[in-house]
């Protein structure tokens, strides 16, 4: 297995998580613990106790040469973030989420995220269930168009699904530069400056192998009923789709209802469970850019629990994309 620890691993917005939410004290949990750069910040910055949560246990592995030296105040439960307030066990003071797909996942060939690195064709996070050779061969062009265009807005989806298709009917379909290298003939050549042809092919694959939007909103409802009153919530995503999730439901749970008008009815009051602090998202500054270029479509949203009981969110408010994968 390649080497994962030997590269930096930096986490994006820590800074602004931690001067947002200071003074940092009493019990976090990192729902996407990675390679713990928010857990050793967090306690570093006087948290009592993290709870580290990950779903894949190759992020623990990782943790085993430095964990212990936080003893008893970090705590790593291996599960989906979808069910932090079960996993966590206690009420919270606080909650990180960065989103997306880790550092680490994208330097190991092996885990079949990149596609710049020639591996299998994988991408489960949580190395179980469907990987992406399943469902690049399997599923049908219609719904591989639908994955390709709603979870990662690639417009020339059919083209790219049609493609696909085609030459999976020639011998099956996997590794990763063989998918890259067929999504790459179906777009016009990189400029420079432009990401790679096959980012987003690979983002709505990697979304759909590992439920990525559905867990976001169950993890969002379930850090609601962890939270204590007056605990933080700081969510960190990296593309427009999981940002309009979390904003969704941040306005969802922040509002008291009304509003009404002529084209809709007045919503039913209600008592808000978070309060925005700040109310728009966090962006990084240059500097943080030119240190991590990963950080650059990055947006921080933070949130503060009141003491209102926790209500479900309906998940068609929240705008996830309407994609039947079963």
Known sequence: MTDASAAPHI???LGAILREVAPVSGVWLDGTFGAGGYARGLLEGGADLV????????????????????????????????T?????????????????????????????????RDGPLDMRMGQAGLSAEDLVNEASEALLA?????????????????????????????????LSGIVEKCLPRKKPGQ???ATRSFQAIRIAVNDEFGQ??????????????????AVVTFHSSEDRIAKRFLAERSSTGGGGSRYAPEAAAQIPGFALTPRKAIA??????SRNPRA??????????????????????????QVELS
Do not use: C
Not at 149 to 176: L, M, P
Not at 216 to 233: I, S
Not at 284 to 289: Q, R
């Open 146 to 178: 639908d994955i390709l265009f709603h979870y990662g807005e690639e417009r020339a989806a059919r083209r790219i699904a049609r493609a696909i298709v085609a030459e999976r009917a020639k011998g099956r379909i996997n590794s990763t530069l063989q």
């Open 84 to 116: 932090l307030d079960e996993l966590a066990g206690e009420k919270l003071d606080g909650v990180t989420l960065d989103l997306g797909v880790s550092s680490m996942q994208l330097d190991l060939a092996e885990r079949g995220f990149s596609f710049m």
């Open 195 to 197: 990401s790679h042809p």
């Open 284 to 289: 990084p500054d240059e500097d943080e850019i």
């Open 11 to 13: 986490p994006v917005l």
């Open 216 to 233: 976001l909103a169950e993890g969002l409802m379930a850090a609601e009923r962890a939270l204590k009153p007056g605990g933080k919530l």
């Open 51 to 82: 709870i580290g949560v990950d779903r894949d246990p190759l992020a623990f592995e990782m943790a085993a040469d430095w964990a212990g030296t936080f003893g008893d105040r970090l705590r790593l439960v291996e599960g989906t973030f979808s």
């Open 296 to 321: 650059r479509s990055a947006k921080l949203r933070i949130a503060r629990r009141t003491d209102a009981p926790a209500v479900p969110v309906d998940p068609a408010k929240l705008g996830l994309p």
